[in-house]
Structure formats: C-alpha cells, structure tokens
C-alpha cells in the first residue's frame, strides 16, 4: 500500500501556506562587505509542534524592483522550538530581499 507523494507531504511535512509564515518571519541583518559582497543572515525558528524534515527558502536580491541576483537555500530536520541561523550571499547591488519558504514541491 504505496502512499501518493501528497499523502507523504501531508504526513510528514507542514504545508506550504505554514512553512511560509515561518519565513516571512525571519529577521534579516544585512552586512556589506569591502569588495562588493553582502551576506544577509536570519534566524528561522520552528515556531510548530513538528519536526520540519524540509524547508526550501527562495530569495530575490532586488535594486529599484528589478530582481538582480535569485537563488533558493534549504534546511533539514528542524525540531519543535528549534532556532536555525540562515544566511545568504550576493555581489550584486540591491536595495531590497524577498523571500518566498516552501516545501520544494
């Protein structure tokens, strides 16, 4: 009895809407360095009553509204009430992050 790829999700992972609101969640201190460089660094906290088995963050470095630089990051097996530090690099310019968490499906 093979269980659909939905029904694992639903088992053991958190649905995206939640895995989300987690990420909007995040803090984000930005440090810039001498050659052009910034690295943004957030702490994600599994604020749930679950272990997190997956959580796939999507990030746009943007200047003026224009998206300069994108990429994505992930992080496994975050205990309840557990804090995990983030961070994420650039050289590009930019003047705003957006941040999107899902589950990568």
């Not at 987690?22 to 360095?33: F, K, N, P, S």
């Amino acid at each position: 009895n093979k269980m659909s790829e939905k029904e694992l999700l639903e088992k053991y992972n958190l649905p995206d809407e939640a895995l989300n609101e987690l990420v909007q969640g995040i803090t984000w201190t930005i440090e810039r360095g001498a050659f052009g460089d910034a690295t943004a660094t957030g702490i994600l906290e599994n604020t749930t009553d679950k272990t997190i088995d997956y959580i796939e963050i999507e990030y746009k470095f943007k200047k003026d509204g224009i998206t300069v630089d994108s990429s994505w990051t992930n992080v496994i097996n975050i205990a309840p009430g557990e804090k995990v530090r983030i961070e994420i690099y650039t050289y590009e310019d930019f003047d705003s992050l957006e941040v999107v968490g899902s589950s990568g499906f």
